[in-house]
């Protein structure tokens, strides 16, 4: 199932813009190519914190009805991936989203985040939520410019000090 496009106009910098224009497609959570993904998202992560990210995940948490695993393409590139999993009746949690270093600054990470809201609202739930680390500010940046708040720490790392959560009322 594909998504309609996601498109806009982004502000790159101070006085560029640029078209950005990505198209979603669902895959499973442990597809070839979703796995290649979270590879890399893992050796980013590495990089940033010293190691992967450990917190426990279960392929089937991303499948319909409950949740989603979208890659993103500009063309016929694939520029990155996301996923949703149900965290409550009305919540869920945006997990995995990441875009690949050469395609980053293009406005595609704006235009994915703007996908998943829209495909959690169509899937019935009223609130998002996230969690990522102070070791990826421009990830917190993009939550935040994107008008998302912060929410009382969930998850795997809930207790960490590097660690931030953050929630956004889907209308």
Do not use: W
């Amino acid at each position: 199932m594909s998504n309609p496009r996601a498109t806009g106009t982004v502000r790159v910098g101070k006085d560029r813009r640029v078209q950005a224009e990505i198209e979603v497609t669902d895959v499973s959570y442990d597809a070839d190519v979703a796995v290649q993904l979270i590879e890399e998202i893992q050796l980013d992560l590495t990089g940033r914190y010293g190691g992967p990210d450990e917190t426990p995940v279960d392929p089937a948490a991303f499948a319909p009805p409950d949740g989603a695993f979208l890659l993103a393409y500009a063309g016929a590139d694939l520029v990155g991936c996301a996923g949703l999993r149900r965290h409550t009746a009305d919540e869920v949690e945006l997990k995995r989203m990441y875009i690949r270093v050469s395609h980053r600054r293009q406005g595609h990470a704006r235009r994915l985040l703007g996908a998943l809201e829209d495909r959690a609202r169509a899937m019935g739930y009223r609130q998002l939520v996230l969690e990522t680390g102070l070791e990826q500010p421009e990830a917190i940046a993009l939550y935040e410019s994107a008008g998302y708040h912060p929410v009382p720490a969930f998850g795997y790392y809930a207790d960490s000090a590097l660690s931030r959560s953050y929630g956004k009322t889907l209308a």
